[in-house]
């Protein structure tokens, strides 16, 4: 059924030698099922999340030359405290911080959640001849997604009130949770901020090591929340943890998952994010991680049209991008506009005189 030829067109701008990776988000059936074929879409690249990947699904697409990535969700960790709630995140008050809407998040200092997302990562490369890993939920436990988002002060269990005294050097004092959570956000805020990013970046360094152990030409990339400084008061940094400069040298790919419609912002966001991360991370950083953006497709909360879908499209091809993928093919279930759309600007380009 996958027979027909990749058409291979540069895109705008081109950044590397390297093909521009052309991708989709989400269980490709959507589109086989409709008579689709990858190729003739020009789709060079999909995402879909591990448990949805099969042999067979691989095989398909590594004949066609189509690499495959594995979403990992990384710090989800719904399904873990289901048996074992040792590693819920606790409170500035002392209390289980309750489910975020739709998100459980989880403590990332706990070893044995550790371990067992360990465990399950080995086990999909062992399984699977996948070409990367993207790792997703890489924050502590919040919901970005929204236009309001949640944003819970943690976490302050036994495992990080320790881990931060050692980081820090710091002797906490006696007491309760409650009044080792207020020590150290009124005397020592700054430093429990880059002990918490620290061990975000960790997590990603960890995870890289061992993928890439098992196979060094394995890509690791991260799904991660755009926010500027501006937004939320910092939260990016201080409430999810995400030291954007550390983790663009981490990473050997970043994919800002640029949801205007989610986040109820403007479409122009998506190109102006794109600048602003040339211009803050990248220039002084260096060499670091290619950015493969993710911009949306679904209509939720909100409508996106086929007209809106192209324009976040080439909008996320623009500098430092060098890369492309959508959200999500479920998209594709009741819109073929949207298909149209992707098979233009993939197999003719993003030219924005379209």
């Known amino acids: 059924m996958l027979a027909i030829s990749l058409i291979l067109t540069s895109c705008a701008p081109p950044q590397s030698n390297q093909e ?61 405290l289901e048996t074992d709630q040792s590693a819920w995140p606790i409170d500035s008050k002392g209390n289980r911080s309750p489910q975020a809407d739709w998100f459980m ?5 706990n070893p044995d959640f550790k371990k067992y997302r360990e465990e399950q990562l080995v086990t999909l490369l062992t399984d699977l001849k996948i070409d990367g890993v993207w790792l997703d939920y890489v924050h502590w436990h919040a919901q970005f997604e929204t236009p309001d988002p949640i944003l819970p002060e943690t976490c302050f269990c036994p495992h990080c009130l320790n881990n931060f005294a050692i980081y820090s050097n710091l002797t906490l004092p006696e007491g309760d949770t409650k009044t080792k959570a207020s020590w150290i956000l ?38 991660y929340c755009p926010w500027y400084p501006s937004d939320f008061d910092n939260a990016e940094y201080r409430i999810l943890g995400l030291d954007m400069a550390a983790l663009y040298k ?46 949306q497709a679904s209509d939720e ?15 996320g091809t623009s500098k430092p991008s060098t ?6 093919t479920w998209a594709f279930q009741d819109d073929s506009l949207k298909i149209e759309v992707m098979k233009e600007l993939y197999t003719q380009g993003f030219s924005t005189n379209k």
Not at 105 to 109: N, Y
Request: net charge neutral; aromatic share 12%.
């Open 20 to 80: 521009m990776v052309k991708g989709i988000y989400g269980d490709p059936k959507v589109l086989l099922n409709k008579g689709y074929s990858l190729t003739e879409l020009g789709i060079n690249s999909i995402f879909v999340h591990k448990a949805t990947l099969t042999p067979e699904l691989i095989k398909n697409a590594h004949d066609q030359n189509i690499k495959v990535y594995a979403e990992f969700p990384l710090l989800n960790g719904k399904e873990f």
């Open 105 to 109: 998040g989880i403590c990332p200092s």
């Open 186 to 223: 009124k005397e020592h805020d700054e430093v429990w901020r880059k002990w918490r990013s620290d061990v975000i970046t960790g997590w990603v360094r960890d995870f890289k090591k061992i993928a890439q152990a098992h196979n060094p030409e394995l890509k690791v990339g991260v799904y």
């Open 250 to 295: 981490e990473a050997d790919v970043l994919s800002p998952m640029l949801y205007h419609g989610r986040m109820e912002r403007k479409q122009e966001w998506v190109g102006e994010y794109l600048e602003w991360f040339q211009k803050e991370i990248i220039s002084p950083g260096g060499n670091g991680a290619a950015i493969w953006p993710i911009v």
């Open 301 to 315: 909360p909100v409508r996106i049209t086929p007209e809106d879908f192209r324009n976040v499209m080439i909008q």
């Open 323 to 328: 890369g492309i993928m959508m959200f999500s």
